[in-house]
Every structure is written in structure tokens, then in C-alpha cells.
């Protein structure tokens, strides 16, 4: 069975860090990219971050560069998001998504992604 299953969200003060995982499970990690997408109440779906498959380039929204890292274990079949200075505007759920498609400039198109995961809350408050 394919899936992605998601952990480490919780609650967590303003300027504080967390860190989520991404376990893939029924495939393995080399050729997807993977991204991790966010939805907070009453918005849109966005982007977050993603690893490109192919060369491995990493991409980041706008309003988490230089706060949130990206990175994959191979061995672990795994993704992290490292989310540091973390600000009341993180607040949502997140998800993790993987597809074969070369992504590139569109990474953040979700319909691109064919498996998700169940997502996992991150509240950031005081």
C-alpha cells in the first residue's frame, strides 16, 4: 500500500522550532519529489517546500525562507521539514505530498501530486 504518513506537529509558542516528518511507505523516495503543503483555516492550500526529484533542487515559499529547512534520509524513506522562528501565520495543517512528475518551477501545483498524506496540525500560539 502506498502512503505517506506524517508526524510532529503540536503546539508551540511563537519563535519556537518544530520538526515534521514525512515516512513514505509501499515506494521508495528516489525518484519523487516530495512537498510539503499547508492549509490554514479559511485559506487556500499552499506550497511550503519541496525536494525535486532528478537533481534534488530545493524550493521554498517566500514566507518561510531562511526559517524552514527541507531535507530526505534515503535510508529512512523519509522527508523533515525543520521549522524554525516559527510565527502565528504557520499556524495550519500540514501536509506531506509526493509525485514522479518533474515539478521544477511548478512544485507548488498540487494536482501535480498523486499520493498524500493525512496532514498533521501545527498551532502556534502563546
Known amino acids: 500500500q502506498v502512503q505517506l504518513v506524517e508526524s510532529g506537529g503540536g503546539l508551540v509558542q511563537p519563535g519556537g522550532s518544530l520538526r515534521l516528518s514525512c515516512e513514505a511507505s509501499?515506494?521508495?523516495?528516489?525518484?519523487?519529489?516530495i512537498t510539503w503543503f499547508r492549509q490554514a483555516p479559511g485559506k487556500e492550500r499552499e506550497g511550503v517546500s519541496c525536494?525535486?526529484?532528478?537533481?534534488?533542487?530545493?524550493y521554498y515559499a517566500d514566507s518561510v525562507k531562511g526559517r524552514f529547512t527541507i531535507s530526505q534520509d534515503n535510508a529512512k524513506n523519509t522527508v523533515y521539514l525543520q521549522m524554525n522562528g516559527l510565527k502565528s501565520d504557520d499556524t495550519a495543517v500540514y501536509y506531506c505530498?509526493?509525485?514522479?512528475?518533474?515539478?521544477?518551477?511548478?512544485?507548488?501545483?498540487?494536482?501535480?501530486?498523486?499520493?498524500w498524506g493525512q496532514g498533521t496540525q501545527v498551532i502556534v500560539s502563546s
Open positions: 509501499g515506494f521508495t523516495l528516489d525518484y519523487y519529489a
Open positions: 525536494i525535486s526529484n532528478g537533481d534534488g533542487t530545493l
Open positions: 505530498a509526493a509525485t514522479r512528475q518533474n515539478v521544477e518551477d511548478t512544485w507548488y501545483y498540487a494536482e501535480l501530486y498523486s499520493v
